[in-house]
Nanobody, 115 residues
Framework: VQLQASGGGAVQAGDSLRLSCLASTRTFSSYVIGWFRQAPGKEREFVAGITWGLKTDYATSVKGRFTVNRDNAKNTVYLHMNSLKPEDTAVYYC??????????WGQGTQVTVSS
C-alpha cells in the first residue's frame, strides 16, 4: 500500500486546513487509516483514526476541532482541521493497517500555524 498525504500549508491561528491521504490499494475500504504528527524535537503522536466501519478516534488535544472521514470510492481519507493553534504545527503523516501496528506510511505534509 502506498500512501500520499497532501494539503498542508502555512496558516494563522484559528484558520482551517484539510489534509488528504490517498491510498493505492484495491482493498482500501478494509484498512484502518490513522493520522499522526511529529513536531520538531518531539516524538510522533497519534492524532486521529478511522476504521473500515467508520468508527473514529481522536487525540484529546484535537477532539472537537479535528474531524476525520473517508471516501472509499476515492481511496481517500480526510483530516479536517479547524481552529488551528500554533501547537498544531508539525509534519502530519497518514498510515494504514489491516491488523496490529500501522505498517504503511505516507511521506508527510507540513502544517505550520502562526499566532
Amino acid at each position: 500500500v502506498q500512501l500520499q498525504a497532501s494539503g498542508g500549508g502555512a496558516v494563522q491561528a484559528g484558520d482551517s486546513l484539510r489534509l488528504s491521504c490517498l491510498a493505492s490499494t484495491r482493498t482500501f475500504s478494509s484498512y484502518v487509516i490513522g493520522w499522526f504528527r511529529q513536531a520538531p524535537g518531539k516524538e510522533r503522536e497519534f492524532v486521529a483514526g478511522i476504521t473500515w466501519g467508520l468508527k473514529t478516534d481522536y487525540a484529546t488535544s484535537v477532539k472537537g476541532r479535528f474531524t476525520v472521514n473517508r471516501d472509499n470510492a476515492k481511496n481517500t481519507v480526510y483530516l479536517h482541521m479547524n481552529s488551528l493553534k500554533p501547537e498544531d504545527t508539525a509534519v502530519y503523516y497518514c498510515a494504514a493497517r489491516l491488523e496490529g501496528d500501522f505498517g504503511y506510511w505516507g511521506q508527510g505534509t507540513q502544517v505550520t500555524v502562526s499566532s
